[in-house]
């Protein structure tokens, strides 16, 4: 399986200022000390091996949306964040390449940011697409035909071309869909739960729970994650705050921390972990403090376990598993 990231935000896009710009172009000029290039690609090579990530790139903007391509039949998406925008743009290019246009779309929950996307999905405006949405809530196609009300947006879900299908599904009831063996497991987040997603074909596992909170005071909860969790070869995780905000300034909004989400991978006995939906008020450099705390973290609390490569999700990230 190959996963790509094309929004790992949460709560709303976010782009970066001009003055945060430049102060990239600034940092890389101090750290090249007057260094000339032959050409441009001369240049980039210097970019990306001498500085760091936060400096010659960004971790992106775009809300939650990422694909896992696996069945050549068929695209799977996991959430409609205003990432999904770019992924239709890249699926129609396929398309025109012979891919079929079948979509199987898995949503957390019906929260703006999580499906904010689907109106500009292009897919949807043609004639021979066929989308099934999985959800755990019933209600999934009504916050969907609600945020293309006339008050909203302009055009009308009910004015889509592509042939549009709903499914709830139970947790802990495993079903079958585009080559994928597919489990949901229900999550805490603000009143009305989320959802959390294992995917397995051919011994492999990949596991998306975003958007989930992990209370001390209900461990029961904690060891079905640990078996939500086991052996998989990937978890994209909530890692939207630290350990210090999620238990005191953001206690109740629904979302993980990082050291949480390494304890989880840790007792589940995961090989990697990715952090995702990243604070939209942090920086490029906010984020990759945090990745880089979380890294010294698990050194510390590995001891003698297998060590859990941890990777920080950016939007065009591609993880192969």
């Not at 990306?48 to 050549?72: K, Q, V």
């Not at 975003?210 to 978890?235: I, K």
Request: proline share 4%; charged share 25%; glycine share 8%.
């Amino acid at each position: 399986m190959r996963v790509r990231f094309w929004g790992t935000r949460g709560s709303l896009p976010v782009a970066p200022h001009a003055d945060a710009v430049l102060a990239k172009v600034a940092r890389a000029l101090m750290i090249a000390r007057g260094r000339s290039f032959a050409d441009q690609d001369e240049a980039t090579a210097f970019a990306r091996e001498e500085t760091e990530f936060a400096t010659h790139a960004t971790y992106g903007g775009a809300t939650a949306c990422m694909e896992i391509e696996a069945d050549e039949e068929a695209f799977v998406v996991c959430d409609m964040g205003s990432g999904m925008r770019e992924f239709g743009v890249n699926a129609l290019r396929r398309c025109a390449e012979g891919h079929p246009r079948l979509y199987h779309v898995f949503l957390s929950h019906p929260n703006f940011d999580h499906v904010m996307g689907f109106p500009f999905f292009r897919p949807a405006y043609e004639t021979g697409a066929r989308i099934v949405i999985h959800s755990g809530h019933p209600d999934a196609e009504a916050a969907l035909r609600r945020q293309q009300e006339a008050i909203c947006f302009p055009v009308p879900f009910e004015t889509l071309r592509a042939k549009i299908e709903f499914v709830t599904h139970p947790p802990d009831q495993p079903f079958e869909a585009a080559g994928l063996t597919v489990s949901l497991i229900r999550q805490a987040h603000a009143t009305r739960g989320s959802y959390g997603y294992r995917f397995e074909r051919d011994g492999k596992a990949v596991v998306y729970s975003t958007d989930a909170e992990h209370g001390a005071e209900d461990m029961d909860a904690e060891g079905a994650f640990e078996t939500f969790f086991a052996g998989a070869d990937l978890v994209i995780c909530d890692t939207m705050y630290s350990l210090g905000d999620a238990v005191s300034l953001k206690q109740d909004t629904g979302h993980a921390s990082n050291v949480v989400a390494v304890d989880l991978c840790h007792a589940a006995g995961a090989k990697r972990l990715a952090l995702f939906h990243h604070e939209p008020n942090g920086s490029d450099e906010d984020i990759q403090r945090m990745f880089y705390e979380t890294l010294r973290y698990e050194e510390l609390v590995r001891g003698e376990r297998p060590k859990l490569e941890v990777l920080c999700a950016y939007d065009g990230l591609e993880v192969e598993v």
